[in-house]
């Protein structure tokens, strides 16, 4: 009997773009999440004077926020 081992799947050409994909979908939903974790801590420490781009930039990425763990 052959013995097949889960790191054989990553040579062969059927899954090793379903990998590909699913490491770099998990790698962008960390970073988005990441970027708006500094975007919080930079509003909540920042004086009230400048907080307008800071603002706009969080209107800008927060449709992704929340509706991305909706569409998949």
Not at 8 to 20: E, H, N, S, V
Not at 42 to 65: C, D, I, N
């Amino acid at each position: 009997m052959q013995r097949f081992s889960q790191f054989d799947l990553l040579k062969g050409r059927r899954f090793g773009a379903f990998f590909a994909t699913q490491f770099l979908g998990a790698s962008n939903d960390n970073l988005f999440r990441n970027a708006l974790l500094a975007a919080w801590a930079v509003a909540a420490t920042a004086p009230a004077v400048g907080q307008r781009p800071l603002l706009l930039s969080l209107v800008f990425v927060l449709p992704f926020l929340l509706i991305s763990g909706i569409v998949g």
